[in-house]
C-alpha cells in the first residue's frame, strides 16, 4: 500500500523557470493538501482539495497553482520559480489524519 | 499572527529527562493532533485529543487538552534519542492548521 506518494524528491531550478511537483494517494480521501516547510515556520498550507474539482486557497498561494481532476491526483505547479519559493514541499491526504508524501525539496537559484 | 503558538521553538536535554511542549491559541477547537516529524521524513500522526481536560497517554508521552480546548500540552517521561524531532501541534476546521513546531534533541 503506497500511501501518499510525491516526486521528485529534489528539484533545482533556476529563476523563472516553472516546474509541477506530483502527488498521487491510493486511499481514496477527498481532502488533499499542498504545504511548504521553512525553518522555523512549520508547516504552511498553500492550496487544498475537499474533492476532485474543488480547490481552494491556504495562507501562502501567490506564485502556486493546483487543479484536481481526479480523487487519486493533485499536482503543485510553480508558474515562475523565485528564491523565495526555496523551500520543502509536502502533500498530505487527509481523513482524520493527515498523510504525507517524503517531500520534495526545491532548491530556486 | 499564526493560529497556534509553540513553545518553546527549540529544547535540549540529556536522555532520561522530563520535557514539556505546549501548543496555545485564542481560538476553541473541537480537537487538537500531535504529530512527530524525523529529519527528511512527513510528519507523522502521534494522538488526536477532543475532550475538555482529556489526558491520553503513548508509553511515555502524557497529551493534555485544556478545559477550554484553547491549548494543550505533551509531556515525554525520561526522554530517550529516539525521542528527538519536531514536535507539531495541528487544527482542523475546514482546513488543517498547523503551528510552527517544536525542535527536540535528546542527547545520549
Known amino acids: 500500500n503506497a500511501g501518499v506518494t510525491q516526486t521528485p524528491k529534489f528539484q533545482v531550478l533556476k529563476t523563472g523557470q516553472s516546474m509541477t511537483l506530483q502527488c498521487a494517494q491510493d486511499?481514496?480521501?477527498?481532502?488533499m493538501s499542498w504545504y511548504r516547510q521553512d525553518p522555523g515556520m512549520g508547516l504552511r498550507l498553500i492550496h487544498y482539495s475537499v474533492g476532485a474539482g474543488i480547490t481552494d486557497q491556504g495562507e501562502v498561494p501567490n506564485g502556486y497553482n493546483v487543479s484536481r481532476s481526479t480523487t487519486e491526483d493533485f499536482p503543485l505547479r510553480l508558474l515562475s520559480a523565485a528564491p523565495s519559493q526555496t523551500s520543502v514541499y509536502f502533500c498530505?491526504?487527509?481523513?482524520?489524519?493527515?498523510?504525507f508524501g517524503q517531500g520534495t525539496r526545491l532548491t530556486v537559484v | 499572527t499564526q493560529l497556534l503558538e509553540q513553545s518553546p521553538q527549540f529544547l535540549s536535554i540529556q536522555e532520561g529527562e522530563n520535557l514539556t511542549v505546549y501548543c496555545n491559541s485564542s481560538?476553541?477547537?473541537?480537537?487538537l493532533q500531535w504529530y512527530r516529524q524525523e529529519p527528511g521524513e512527513g510528519p507523522v500522526l502521534l494522538v488526536t485529543?477532543?475532550?475538555?481536560?482529556e489526558v491520553k497517554k503513548l508509553k511515555r508521552l502524557t497529551f493534555q487538552f485544556g478545559d477550554a480546548r484553547k491549548d494543550s500540552s505533551l509531556h515525554i517521561t525520561a526522554a530517550q534519542p529516539g525521542d528527538t524531532g519536531l514536535y507539531l501541534c495541528a487544527v482542523h476546521d475546514y482546513k488543517l492548521s498547523f503551528g510552527a513546531g517544536t525542535t527536540v534533541t535528546v542527547r545520549a
Open positions: 498530505a491526504s487527509i481523513q482524520g489524519e493527515a498523510f
Open positions: 485529543v477532543v475532550t475538555g481536560g
Open positions: 486511499m481514496n480521501h477527498e481532502y
Open positions: 481560538s476553541v477547537f473541537s480537537s
